[in-house]
């Protein structure tokens, strides 16, 4: 699956899609968007581009260098950081090797329907229905534990491999169905294509091969892992065996609880002080919410209730300083209930009185740390306003002479000022009169219209 869609879609995709999977092939590209090869970058460029002035601009501006310290430098490889276009270029840049695991590598490591029986597993079914049909209660449940801890499934069937892929700017995860020394061969020839096609190199601290149930691989701030329960039941059946996990990370959380930390506990913060009450708890507010929204798909989002009583009391401090008070205090004064989808919650929220007008609320919390499987990104979608077409647009677009009312090609004259009309006085022509009437510096004429009103000639008929 190539880059073509947004960050929650990919880690969501991977949790539903990747089931079973074995092996972890985490990838990074070593230096990737400042070092592209601009040769390279062109030349796929001009695939399917055939405009030579535009490639032509596109590597003027990959090589326009850069100023440091007030002198020039030339750049030689790689995207101008901070560019419009550079995520684009990167992408198309890494479309080469999205093309190369999706035709050849997926293509070379999938086969097969489904695995076979496992035949452990199956050697259990005649003796289970033997002790069924007799009513021995206790060889049936004994078979039954003995059941739940075999695969019902082989899990080394040669003849079953299924490979998958995703990737996000220059970080991509492939999840691989098979053994772990053709899981390296899979990462020898991702190497190999990059180094030969693309001019990069493979991190190496960065890229890893990472069995999915016993250690988590990263990818856009998750980890993912493979889940192995064979004690959790649902109607009588093993309902986590090898469905994807997500977690949050625990390094994630201690660095997300820091910026509130002094001395190992929660702190005001003093660049904070001077702000309003309303502009302190709007802050915080979403600083924590940002963290809740992005983790929801989850299955520990519980894990961020830390940075929680964290950023809340260190809210509460900033508060207390500004207004030399108490935190208890600050909290009585703040603390509110909503009715939320989830019914009523506690939370902390400032409010702006405005004269004529709703009031201005920031709240900090109300949101329960629960995971939410279909949870979205909440970006506010700004409507956009409405931009009406030129009065000039207008006019051209109905290709009629304004002179004598003809449908014809048209044109546009057009004068400095108006008052430059105004001093013909009462012998105004025909063209003239219309513009001052109009009150318009421009008259869409017809090309005989036009030649008339340059050579003074007196129009025929006026519309």
Not at 15 to 34: K, M, S
Not at 85 to 94: D, E, K, R, T
Not at 268 to 279: E, G, K, P, R
Not at 385 to 395: A, C, F, I, Y
Request: with cysteine.
């Amino acid at each position: 699956m190539s880059a073509e869609k947004g960050l929650p879609h990919r880690v969501r995709q991977i949790e539903q899609t990747w089931t079973g999977t074995v092996w972890f092939i985490e990838g990074d590209i070593a230096d990737c968007f400042g070092s592209l090869d601009h040769d390279i970058m062109i030349k796929v460029l001009a695939e399917k581009i055939h405009d030579g002035r535009f490639l032509r601009l596109i590597r003027n501006m990959l090589t326009a260098g850069y100023l440091q310290d007030w002198t020039w430098r030339a750049t030689h490889s790689g995207a101008p950081q901070g560019g419009v276009a550079s995520p684009v270029l990167s992408n198309i840049y890494l479309h080469k090797l999205d093309q190369f695991v999706e035709t050849v590598l997926i293509p070379q490591h999938t086969k097969g329907v489904s695995r076979r029986p496992n035949p452990a597993y199956e050697e259990t079914r005649h003796p289970l229905r033997q002790a069924q049909r007799r009513g021995d209660r206790t060889t049936v449940r004994e078979l039954r534990r003995q059941r739940r801890r075999l695969p019902s499934r082989d899990p080394h069937d040669p003849g079953y491999r299924r490979l998958r892929y995703s990737r996000y700017t220059d970080d991509h995860l492939l999840g691989f169905i098979g053994p772990k020394a053709e899981a390296e061969d899979i990462k020898d020839q991702l190497a190999t294509f990059l180094r030969e096609e693309l001019n990069r190199e493979m991190s190496p601290s960065k890229t890893l091969i990472t069995h999915a149930r016993t250690r988590a691989a990263r990818f856009l701030g998750y980890e993912i892992i493979t889940q192995d329960n064979n004690t959790r039941l649902t109607n009588g059946r093993r309902s986590v065996n090898g469905i994807i996990a997500l977690r949050v990370p625990l390094d994630v959380i201690k660095t997300k609880c820091g910026p509130y930390l002094r001395h190992g506990k929660p702190w005001h913060i003093s660049a904070m002080q001077n702000l309003d009450d309303y502009d302190i708890v709007k802050t915080c507010g979403a600083q924590y919410r940002g963290i809740v929204q992005y983790y929801l798909l989850a299955i520990d989002v519980w894990r961020l209730h830390p940075p929680y009583w964290i950023a809340q009391t260190s809210m509460l401090k900033t508060l207390a300083a500004k207004h030399q008070s108490s935190v208890s205090k600050m909290a009585a004064k703040h603390r509110a209930k909503i009715q939320t989808p989830y019914g009523i919650r506690t939370c902390f929220e400032a409010r702006v009185e405005r004269d004529g007008k709703q009031p201005l609320v920031a709240r900090f919390g109300g949101m329960p740390l629960a995971r939410n499987k279909d949870a979205k990104l909440d970006d506010r979608v700004l409507t956009p306003r409405p931009h009406p077409r030129k009065e000039l647009v207008t006019r051209l677009l109905k290709r009629r002479c304004e002179l004598c009312g003809d449908p014809a090609k048209v044109l546009v004259h057009q004068v400095r000022k108006l008052a430059q009309l105004d001093g013909l006085g009462t012998d105004q022509p025909a063209w003239a009169a219309l513009m001052t009437r109009m009150r318009r510096k421009t008259l869409v004429v017809c090309h005989p219209c036009h030649e008339a009103i340059h050579h003074r000639h007196p129009v025929a008929n006026v519309a």
